[in-house]
């Protein structure tokens, strides 16, 4: 049996097909079209081993997606596949519009075809899980109780906007079609081979640089934070025991301010990497432009998904920041990898 990952090149993508391989012998087809954000080195790992599979190509290709159905006969597919950075997504929102609505259309599209000729033991097997965010249910006040399920869509950014488009039609697919789909809404990920645009990896490598770490205003907006393992199991979990047509909201119940988390990324690389001087990388934060239209607070009420599948998350903040700086310490040929060419023209644009 074959599933089909797109986006599998990308953090959370990559970090899922390892943890799938380490887990189980069933091959996996990693679709990526190898964007700024994806990264084969994430994968070098698993060079010649023939459990995977890449196919460079976009999920908006239906003629493409067509001779992978045809050819591999998925039994699931977990659609990764997104621009996913929501201050590229105010500089430009075309290529979210493209990949995250027109290419989750295409990639729903491809599956109901194919689903739509299987066997009625295949039928009932398959599934398409849709991995999407937090981000679609808007922005809470200080005293809001979390995002369920069942909160509202108010989306905020082209980013956001775009997800919950593609959300949507999900949901559509299954309630026109009977196409069996699951739906994932995510707090905030981090840990190894997270893209150093993203708040938690670009603050590790500009302390290390000696640069200054970039606060947008005043640094009081929260998220809720879960590390990346944690939500590949989750979707896993899903996957296998996930009531179809559901969504899961999946969270680390670990909501802090920016700040905080930028002041604990600091005390732990004081400890792990102190600097020359002896003083602490706190020194280097520095309050910037705020992000237009940022939302305050995502808070994530994971609930249904331990009620229903027993998922809760295994690290903490403290044990998942840790082994995340360690990762960064280790990892300095990728990190000087990724950190080159057009890297560093978003940065230069970015914080001006
Ligand atoms: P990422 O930006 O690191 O990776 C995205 C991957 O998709 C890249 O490998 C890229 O090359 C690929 N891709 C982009 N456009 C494509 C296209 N048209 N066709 C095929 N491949 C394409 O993103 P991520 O952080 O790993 O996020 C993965 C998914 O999880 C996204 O759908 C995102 O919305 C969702 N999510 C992310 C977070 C987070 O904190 N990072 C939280 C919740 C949900
Ligand atoms: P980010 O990692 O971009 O994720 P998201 O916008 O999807 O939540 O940002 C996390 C938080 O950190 C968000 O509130 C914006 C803030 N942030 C900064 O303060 N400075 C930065 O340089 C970046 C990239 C983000």
Avoid at 31 to 44: F, M, R, W
Avoid at 91 to 107: E, K, R
Avoid at 164 to 175: I, K, M, N, T
Avoid at 263 to 285: F, K, T
Wanted: hydrophobic share 40%; with cysteine.
């Amino acid at each position: 049996m074959t599933i089909l990952v797109t986006g599998g090149a990308g953090f959370i993508g990559s970090n899922f097909v390892l943890d799938w391989l380490a887990q189980s012998d069933e091959t996996v087809v990693n679709l990526d079209k190898l964007t700024y954000a994806g990264n084969l080195q994430n994968l070098a790992s698993l060079e010649g081993d023939a459990r995977h599979v890449f196919v460079q190509g976009d999920i908006g290709d239906g003629a493409l997606l067509k001779s992978l159905f045809a050819r591999y006969r998925f039994r699931s597919v977990i659609n990764f596949a997104a621009e996913s950075h929501v201050d590229r997504s105010i500089a430009g929102p075309g290529a979210f519009i493209h990949t995250n609505i027109v290419g989750s259309f295409q990639l729903l599209e491809a599956a109901r075809a194919h689903w739509g000729g299987l066997d009625a033991l295949e039928k009932g097997a398959f599934r398409l899980l849709h991995v999407s965010t937090d981000e679609v249910y808007g922005s809470l006040g200080r005293e809001e109780a979390p995002f369920a399920e069942t909160h509202r869509y108010e989306p905020n950014s082209p980013y956001s906007a775009s997800k919950a488009a593609s959300d949507h039609l999900v949901r559509a697919y299954h309630h026109t079609y009977g196409l069996p789909v699951l739906t994932t809404n995510c707090s905030n990920n981090y840990g190894p081979y997270h893209f150093p645009e993203k708040l938690i990896p670009l603050c590790i490598l500009n302390a290390l640089a000696g640069k200054p770490l970039p606060i947008y205003g005043d640094g009081q907006q929260i998220r809720d934070w879960l590390y990346v393992t944690d939500h590949c199991t989750a979707i896993r979990r899903v996957l296998d025991a996930g009531r179809i047509g559901e969504t899961y909201n999946v969270g680390g119940w670990n909501e802090k301010p920016n700040l905080d988390v930028v002041r604990g990324l600091c005390d732990i690389l004081d400890q792990l990497a102190p600097r020359a001087d002896r003083n602490s990388y706190a020194e280097q934060i520095t309050f910037v432009a705020d992000r237009p239209g940022h939302d305050s607070r995502y808070a994530i009420d994971a609930h249904k998904i331990e009620r229903e599948l027993g998922w809760r998350p295994a690290e903490t903040f403290e044990t998942g920041l840790r082994k995340t700086v360690q990762w960064y310490l280790g990892h300095e040929e990728w990190v000087r990898n990724v950190t080159s060419g057009a890297y560093r023209d978003w940065i230069a644009k970015q914080y001006a």
